[in-house]
């Protein structure tokens, strides 16, 4: 593989932030869709990993989980050691929320865990290292503007600072050394495997009990969404294809108010507009994210599958299958669990 991209498509993968949900979800599609490729997954188990999104995985002969950090340059170190043809950086801190009220996380995780595979990769400059970022690096664009990729990094809150600071290390990396490496952006996210404390899965699970969902401010600030297998299908496109020191923007182009979507899953899920509970607006809340794929698009043939509506009626449906899985972290019981059952079986 060369810094100009990749001569084939690679075999033996390591994917960070496995547990969590884009990371499970990459996971199981790479798996189901590239028959000779070979996944290790690599998660700290913080409050977002969850083993039970790999649960299913636990004896797959082409998959294998780690629990470690990824600031920890000497694990990071042995698993390349053992052979990786190419990274996916998903491991971060997202949540705005959280990091308005301790961005120390953010800053080690989001910033200092690129710092450990940009020097990995310095050292095994063969290696292609895609990091996975997000649309919130822009900041705020108004009613008639769209960022693309050479729009100016304007984060407004902790969380996208710390992602952005993540970004510029990489190309910086990558423009000093000459490496194989490659970024990606992407708008909001949904489908399973979500953790309930993001805005879909949590007002759906909060409807599904009968509970109100918060809603911020007035409800209209505008995001776009993609379903996760989406964009799944898109990072691998990138893999695969995209060329070094470039960053792909990836969207569905569906904008939506947070009021809309709102009053769309309370259709979906049988509940009346009372159970809307609007409360005080969070700092540094961003009022439109939008941004251009065409560059995805053009140069690598990719487009997304999923209609919203559709999606998110498949959504709701598999938050209603799938209680099993969520309840537990709702309850806060599941990360010991599924820890000690994971532990249990790799060493049966």
Not at 33 to 45: E, T
Not at 107 to 128: C, L, M, S, W, Y
């Amino acid at each position: 593989m060369s810094a100009n991209g990749p001569t084939k498509s690679p075999e033996r993968l390591l994917v960070t932030g496995a547990a969590g949900f884009i990371g499970s979800n990459l996971v199981h599609w790479i798996l189901a869709n590239r028959p000779n490729a070979k996944v290790v997954s690599l998660d700290a188990l913080t409050y977002a990993g969850n083993l039970a999104s790999l649960e299913d995985l636990r004896d797959h002969p082409r998959h294998r989980f780690v629990h470690g950090n990824i600031c920890d340059d000497a694990l990071v170190a042995n698993l390349i050691d053992d052979g990786v043809d190419a990274i996916i950086n998903l491991a971060a801190h997202t949540h705005v929320d959280r990091s308005l009220m301790d961005g120390d996380e953010f800053v080690t995780t989001n910033v200092g865990g690129v710092r450990v595979f940009a020097d990995a990769v310095k050292q095994h400059p063969e290696i292609r290292f895609l990091h996975v970022s997000t649309d919130e690096v822009y900041g705020s664009q108004g009613p008639d503007e769209v960022a693309t990729e050479s729009a100016p990094i304007t984060p407004n809150n902790p969380y996208s600072a710390a992602k952005a600071g993540g970004d510029l290390l990489a190309l910086a990396y990558q423009r000093s050394f000459d490496l194989d490496i490659l970024i990606s952006r992407c708008g909001n996210n949904y489908g399973p495997y979500q953790y309930p404390e993001k805005m879909i899965p949590l007002f759906v699970t909060n409807l599904i009990d009968g509970h109100k969902v918060p809603l911020y401010g007035d409800g209209l600030n505008i995001r776009e969404w993609i379903h996760v297998e989406d964009h799944c299908a898109a990072l691998v496109s990138i893999l695969e294809r995209g060329r070094a020191g470039e960053v792909y923007n990836i969207t569905s182009g569906e904008g939506l108010t947070n009021v809309y979507l709102t009053e769309s899953i309370l259709e979906i899920v049988g509940r009346d507009k009372s159970f809307i509970e609007y409360v005080d607006d969070r700092p540094g809340h961003d009022r439109r994210y939008a941004i251009d794929s065409a560059k995805l698009r053009n140069e690598l043939g990719w487009e997304p599958t999923f209609q919203f509506d559709d999606g998110l009626r498949k959504t709701v449906q598999w938050y209603r299958d799938n209680e099993a899985w969520w309840r537990p972290i709702k309850s806060g019981e599941y990360r010991d669990y599924y820890k000690r059952q994971y532990e249990a079986g790799t060493k049966s």
